[in-house]
């Protein structure tokens, strides 16, 4: 599918996220929440590192292996609303802090280069700037580095578990399927 990325790249901004109303309550104020649109960004808690751009609707190009995809996920990702496919790409050096995902149950990655996700334990130290608290990366409290795999999907649950992006010196591109399934059921 890299070459399929190839094709589209030039349809890729900059990353600006939605807000939901579907946050559970009290999840603004925790130190491990992000949102990165219009409203939040310049309150400066939601820090993301510039460099990660996407492409909405991957499905729209009909590319085989994206619509396999979107089929055979459909069970996680299925909802009252479209849910589909975003591609992500984070270019050298992005950073993306530690955090939970309070809008969805989990992720699934499927990568088109090699990738890692950091996994930190739930009591990262919370940093008190302006009025907020917020984590940052903090070597003590990983549990592990995960490498995807370039064969298989790899679904994150990403609610629970704190997680964040320290991207190498290569970009990173791969396809994002959002569940909201019970984890449970993947």
């Not at 094709?7 to 579907?22: L, Q, S």
């Not at 619509?67 to 984070?90: D, K, S």
Request: proline share 9%; aromatic share 12%; hydrophobic share 35%.
């Amino acid at each position: 599918m890299l070459d399929h990325y190839q094709e589209i790249r030039h349809r890729a901004k900059p990353y600006v996220e939605r807000h939901t109303e579907f946050i559970p309550d009290g999840s603004e104020t925790s130190p491990y929440f992000r949102c990165t649109c219009a409203e939040c960004s310049p309150s400066g808690k939601h820090q993301h590192g510039a460099g990660h751009l996407f492409i909405r609707h991957v499905e729209r190009y009909r590319h085989p292996e994206v619509l396999r995809l979107v089929e055979q996920l459909e069970y996680i990702t299925q909802t009252l609303v479209p849910n589909c496919p975003v591609m992500w790409i984070y270019q050298p050096g992005f950073v993306l802090p530690p955090h939970r995902d309070f809008a969805r149950v989990s992720s699934v990655i499927v990568p088109l280069t090699p990738a890692t996700v950091t996994l930190y334990r739930d009591d990262l130290p919370v940093v008190h700037y302006d009025g907020f608290d917020t984590v940052e990366h903090n070597p003590s409290y990983v549990i592990a580095e995960h490498e995807y795999s370039l064969v298989h999907p790899t679904a994150l649950h990403a609610s629970a578990v704190v997680h964040g992006v320290r991207n190498g010196a290569e970009e990173r591109v791969f396809l994002n399927f959002t569940g909201y399934c019970p984890w449970e059921a993947i």
